[in-house]
């Protein structure tokens, strides 16, 4: 809606639901920590899985594994004859 003074104003809803009681509320903050509780485990997992991807990579390194070029090789690595 425009006044005369050419100013617009806006009416915004809440995107989120007002809780109306306390039991309400409980439930929404037991739904909000629940979603949150989801994200951290699934962040947890992925962090997890990409440190033990690394320390694989490390390791393969370390101990003289390396990846082969040659894609008739069925292993898909070897192993240098020095080890």
């Not at 915004?12 to 994200?39: C, D, H, M, W």
């Not at 990579?57 to 004859?81: A, E, M, T």
Request: proline fraction near 6%; aromatic fraction near 10%; charge should be negative.
């Amino acid at each position: 809606m425009q006044d005369e003074d050419g100013y617009i104003t806006l009416n915004i809803k809440p995107r989120k639901p007002v809780p109306t009681s306390a039991f309400t509320q409980q439930n929404y903050l037991r739904a909000e920590n629940e979603n949150l509780s989801g994200t951290l485990q699934q962040l947890a997992k992925n962090f997890c899985q990409d440190l033990i991807r690394q320390l694989e990579q490390k390791q393969r390194g370390s101990y003289g594994i390396h990846q082969s070029q040659d894609c008739f090789n069925s292993l898909g690595w070897i192993v240098p004859p020095e080890f």
